[in-house]
């Protein structure tokens, strides 16, 4: 029988730096935004669909520009994905896939449907939205695109500050469009790796995509 879908949420707004969210907001400005094509493997967007827009930033600029999320995704946000899984945990080696920030600008960008490849995943929400931009999870793992997903799911609405760790590898998830055409949706995404299922599972697809890795 497929798990029931679950997920784990620390408030961490006491931990983070001063002026945390005007920082992240400067840096989600000058994201990469465009139209990305739909993701090898991993995708679970109707066949219709070649690319989805959004922004992103990459994670040399995460480190550059935010030092102290590089910082706390190997050190304090680290310890409290142990504490969620009750299982050792480790960051991402390769730097290019540690943290990243995902931006949804405006009511035309959402984030792509898909599952994920790690066994961890860890979202720092940077927004609020009362209402738009809701993460949204199926219940059903063969769930194959955002209509399928939105008939049976989890919906976690982003609260600034909060920290959820989850492990969606069968359960297909996307992120919602905004309902307010002057939002901007924030999200911090780290992917953590275990003993059990480490760092070297990576579809090496996604690294050929992404990076141009041969
Ligand atoms: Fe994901």
Same mark, same amino acid.
Request: glycine share 6%; proline share 7%; aromatic share 10%.
């Given at each position: 029988m497929q798990a029931r879908f679950r997920w784990t949420t620390f408030d961490v707004t006491g931990s983070l730096p001063p002026g945390w969210q005007q920082e992240i907001a400067a840096v989600a400005a000058d994201a990469d935004f465009r139209?990305? &094509?739909? $993701? &090898? !493997?991993? +995708?679970r967007e109707a066949p219709s669909v070649d690319s989805i827009p959004r922004g992103r930033v990459h994670a040399d600029q995460v480190r550059d520009r935010l030092p102290w999320l590089y910082e706390a995704y190997r050190g304090e946000f680290l310890e409290l994905a142990g504490e969620a899984v009750q299982e050792s945990v480790l960051p991402a080696r390769d730097?290019?896939? @540690? !943290? !990243?920030?995902? !931006? #949804? #600008? @405006? $009511? +035309?960008?959402r984030f792509e449907c898909h599952v994920d490849s790690n066994p961890l995943t860890g979202l720092l929400f940077c927004t609020d939205h009362p209402v738009g931009g809701e993460l949204v999870f199926a219940h059903d793992a063969t769930a194959a695109d955002i209509d399928a997903v939105e008939r049976d799911c989890s919906v976690i609405r982003p609260h600034a500050g909060h920290l959820i760790f989850f492990d969606a590898r069968g359960h297909p998830h996307y992120a919602r469009p905004l309902t307010a055409a002057s939002g901007m949706r924030i999200v911090a995404v780290m992917n953590f790796y275990t003993e059990s299922f480490p760092e070297s599972t990576r579809p090496s697809e996604l690294n050929r995509h992404l990076y141009g890795d041969r």
């Amino acid at each position: 029988m497929q798990a029931r879908f679950r997920w784990t949420t620390f408030d961490v707004t006491g931990s983070l730096p001063p002026g945390w969210q005007q920082e992240i907001a400067a840096v989600a400005a000058d994201a990469d935004f465009r139209e990305f &094509p739909r $993701t &090898p !493997v991993l +995708s679970r967007e109707a066949p219709s669909v070649d690319s989805i827009p959004r922004g992103r930033v990459h994670a040399d600029q995460v480190r550059d520009r935010l030092p102290w999320l590089y910082e706390a995704y190997r050190g304090e946000f680290l310890e409290l994905a142990g504490e969620a899984v009750q299982e050792s945990v480790l960051p991402a080696r390769d730097d290019r896939y @540690g !943290v !990243v920030l995902n !931006v #949804q #600008q @405006g $009511t +035309s960008m959402r984030f792509e449907c898909h599952v994920d490849s790690n066994p961890l995943t860890g979202l720092l929400f940077c927004t609020d939205h009362p209402v738009g931009g809701e993460l949204v999870f199926a219940h059903d793992a063969t769930a194959a695109d955002i209509d399928a997903v939105e008939r049976d799911c989890s919906v976690i609405r982003p609260h600034a500050g909060h920290l959820i760790f989850f492990d969606a590898r069968g359960h297909p998830h996307y992120a919602r469009p905004l309902t307010a055409a002057s939002g901007m949706r924030i999200v911090a995404v780290m992917n953590f790796y275990t003993e059990s299922f480490p760092e070297s599972t990576r579809p090496s697809e996604l690294n050929r995509h992404l990076y141009g890795d041969r």
